[in-house]
Structures are given as structure tokens and as C-alpha cells.
């Protein structure tokens, strides 16, 4: 399996082989296979499929993952997020993009069965970092302390977990999903008003974090906020948070 490449610029060519080549997987895995499977559908040069993604299968995972984030953090401007709690914005960010996904659950199930491979363990803990980061930013958390560490490692354990009740998830419209992410939600809540007690029982958390966050590449928190994406050029400041809603 080739490395994996640093985050790739998106582009429409990579997202139309992308989308391409997901048709495969479910066939041939995330693989060189399904990649050139994907070229050939759109009548692309195999060596112009592998410049697009060159570090193969892991490249094409991550990029995946990416473009989820994205599309969720620009779906945010739709979902009237000012008028909801951090319970609801979270929730909503969250669903909208396993909607999105929900054509490529196959897909996403095999990637998980790549990304839990011992060697590709920092690789996973990069992506699900960018995912839970992405959330929150797009939610409008505007944290700069410890709570910015706190809430990204208590959501990633939300996320994870309803990503596996999801994959399984056979109900109408996905109707136990949001119900199964609105208890571990609520659960989170519960632990994030007793966060104050913890904090002088937990020194060493944050220097973990920065230790992750220099290993990842993941940024910093600022003062500086874009509401509701990055795309957003309006300067409208983010809402205020209600952690009781």
C-alpha cells in the first residue's frame, strides 16, 4: 500500500474519480484496483488517476474524509444554525453528513477496516481529528483554553460510535441513528458540566493534546472565528453557545 500524501488540494478531477472509483469498492476494496477501475469510467489515463491520488489507497480515504468535512462546514449555512443550542448545531452538522454519505456506506465500512490496521493508526487519528475539528468550527466554538481539547476528544467518542451504529443501521431514514447520537450527545453535556471538577485531576491532558495536535498537523485554537465555514466571507460572528440546549 502506498504512503499517504499530505492533504491534497481539492479539485473536480479528484472529486470525479473519487467518485468514480467508490463505485469499485465495494467490489475491490480502496485499492489500486478499484482507483483504475475509476479511470477507466471516465476514460482517464491510469498514470493521470495516480498522480491524482499518489499515495494510493490512503490517499483516496483521506481525501474522501475531507471533502465529508467540507461539504458538511458548507452545508452549515443551510441548517440555521443560530437559532440552536451546541446540542442541536453539533447534531444537526453530524447528520448532515451521514446524509451525504449514505450512498458509500459500503464504502466507508471498508475504509474503517483499512484505517484500523496497526500501521495506520496515526493516519485514522488525523482524519478523526480534522472531522471533530471541522465540527466544532462549523458549530461556531470559539474556545481557546482547555475546553477546546476537552470537547474535540469527548466528540470524537460520539462521532466514532455513532458512525458504527450508523453503518448498521436499517431503520427508516436512519431514525435510531439520530436518536442513538442524541443520547451520546446528552450524555456529553452531562460530562462537559462536570468538566470543572476533572480539570485539576487531569494536568497533563493538554500537553497530550499538544503532543497530538504537532503529530497531526492539526491547528490551533484562536480567537479568530469563520462563521459558519471557511468559505464564509460575510464576517458575521458566530452565536453565542448555550450548552443547555
Known amino acids: 500500500m502506498a504512503p499517504f500524501s499530505r492533504p491534497l488540494e481539492p479539485n473536480e478531477e479528484r472529486d470525479r474519480l473519487l467518485d468514480a472509483t467508490l463505485a469499485h469498492v465495494p467490489f ?7 482507483l483504475l477501475a475509476g479511470a477507466k ?19 483516496l480515504i483521506g481525501y474522501h474524509s475531507a471533502r465529508a468535512d467540507r461539504r458538511m462546514s458548507e452545508a452549515a449555512a443551510a441548517l440555521d444554525l443560530a437559532a440552536l443550542g451546541v446540542r442541536q448545531r ?15 456506506r459500503e464504502a466507508i465500512r471498508a475504509a474503517m477496516a483499512v484505517l484500523a490496521l496497526p500501521p495506520n493508526l496515526p493516519i485514522a487519528l488525523t482524519l478523526l481529528y480534522r472531522t471533530v475539528d471541522a465540527t466544532w468550527w462549523a458549530a461556531g466554538d470559539a474556545s481557546t483554553t482547555f475546553s477546546f481539547y476537552t470537547k474535540r476528544l469527548l466528540l470524537a467518542g460520539v462521532y466514532l460510535t455513532t458512525l458504527n451504529f450508523w453503518l448498521g443501521d436499517r431503520s427508516e431514514g436512519c431514525a435510531e441513528t439520530w436518536a442513538f447520537l442524541e443520547r451520546r450527545l446528552a450524555d456529553v453535556m452531562r460530562i462537559q458540566k462536570a468538566r470543572g471538577r476533572l480539570d485539576g485531576a487531569l494536568p497533563d491532558i493538554p500537553e497530550l493534546f499538544r503532543a497530538f495536535r504537532h503529530a497531526t498537523g492539526a491547528r490551533r485554537p484562536s480567537r479568530r472565528r469563520e462563521w459558519p465555514s ?3 466571507q460575510t464576517g458575521e460572528k458566530p452565536p453565542p453557545s448555550n450548552p443547555e440546549r
Open 28 to 34: 475491490d476494496g480502496w485499492s489500486d484496483k478499484a
Open 41 to 59: 469510467d471516465l476514460g482517464l489515463d491510469p498514470e493521470v488517476a495516480r498522480r491524482a491520488f499518489p499515495g494510493g489507497a490512503l490517499d
Open 230 to 232: 471557511a468559505d464564509n
Open 90 to 104: 453539533i447534531a444537526a452538522l453530524l447528520r448532515a453528513r451521514f446524509e451525504a454519505n449514505a450512498d458509500a
